[in-house]
């Protein structure tokens, strides 16, 4: 059973960045594809990027590409999202998923979920 705890979610302003952390226990985050989702009220969950086991080739959402970066630390068994040049409507609260395989764009492949973290962005 992996276990995901966010963090790094807080208010900023128009321009400004965050580094969300999603640490892991229970499992090896290598060998999982770790993917951050978000989501706003009354809407479905979207994906916003993702790093895939092994060598680590990452994807990312149009709307965050050039903005955003995931990474992992393996030693720390922790994921990072960070995200940079921050718009209002990244507004959302962020999850971090584990899938043991399939696609990473797909929310049903992602079978572990943390709880969320809110990031808030004014303008």
């Known amino acids: 059973q992996v276990q995901l705890v966010e963090s790094g979610g807080g208010l900023v302003q128009a321009g400004g960045f965050l580094r969300l952390s999603c640490a892991a226990s229970g499992g090896t985050i290598s060998t999982y594809n770790m993917g951050w989702f978000r989501q706003v009220p009354w809407q479905e969950r979207e994906f916003v990027a993702a790093?895939?086991?092994?060598?680590?080739?990452?994807y990312y959402a149009d709307s965050v590409k050039g903005r955003f970066t995931i990474s992992r630390d393996n030693a720390k068994n922790t994921v990072y999202l960070q995200m940079n040049s921050l718009k209002p409507e990244d507004t959302a609260v962020y999850s971090c998923?584990?899938?043991?395989?399939?696609?990473?764009?797909?929310?049903?492949?992602?079978?572990?979920w943390g709880q969320g973290t809110q990031v808030t962005v004014s303008s």
């Open positions: 998923g584990a899938a043991n395989r399939g696609s990473v764009y797909v929310l049903s492949a992602y079978r572990y």
């Open positions: 790093i895939a086991w092994g060598r680590g080739s990452t």
